[in-house]
């Protein structure tokens, strides 16, 4: 026994043995915009809805391709009606299942650019980086060499100071007697 169905401009209502299917029958473009983007699921983006719809649109188009090389001529308004009537019930979910596909998919080759590009910029800033460090090293190099030269001759004056009081007054005695005299001699002027 086949089912007796009662059709509706947008919808189309199946009863079999006493169980009852509905199923959606959209009319046009409108209706589907409707159901996947602006009736989507609050947890689902609407951009998904979106691509979802360019999907079924692109198959309409691919449709009208082939019904333009095989019948001579494009369809008319009313055979793309009922190509929008006669959609399957899945074929709503098989666009999503594709807009989910084409989303993820973008979504991945879009996240591996950016992760090579931040890659690349890391590494060009660690050359840069190495680069600037060795331009770096020789001005600070010079400034190193100059103190170090500098303390060298300090360090020498200093030694040349004290070998002078040592082979001149063989005795530290000596040399604390005769500063005690001349600190005595300056206290009594």
Do not use: C
């Not at 200093?158 to 001349?182: C, H, M, Q, R, W």
């Amino acid at each position: 026994m086949a089912p007796l169905q009662i059709w509706t401009l947008e919808k189309s209502v199946s009863y079999h043995n006493k169980e009852q299917y509905i199923m959606d029958r959209f009319s046009g473009p409108e209706d589907i915009y409707e159901e996947l983007v602006e009736n989507a699921p609050e947890d689902e983006e609407w951009l998904f809805g979106l691509v979802a719809f360019a999907v079924l649109e692109e198959q309409k188009i691919e449709w009208i391709k082939h019904q333009t090389e095989n019948n001579g001529g494009p369809p008319s308004k009313h055979d793309i009606d009922n190509w929008y009537n006669q959609l399957p019930s899945g074929a709503l979910l098989r666009a999503k299942d594709t807009a989910e596909a084409r989303l993820t998919s973008y979504a991945n080759d879009s996240i591996n650019a950016y992760l090579d590009d931040f890659q690349k910029e890391i590494e060009e800033g660690v050359i840069v980086g190495e680069i600037q460090e060795i331009k770096k090293f020789w001005p600070q190099f010079g400034v190193n060499l100059a103190g170090g030269f500098i303390s060298t001759l300090l360090f020498a004056a200093l030694l040349t100071l004290v070998a002078f009081f040592v082979y001149n007054d063989t005795s530290p005695v000596e040399i604390g007697s005769k500063l005690g005299e001349y600190t005595e001699d300056i206290s009594n002027e």
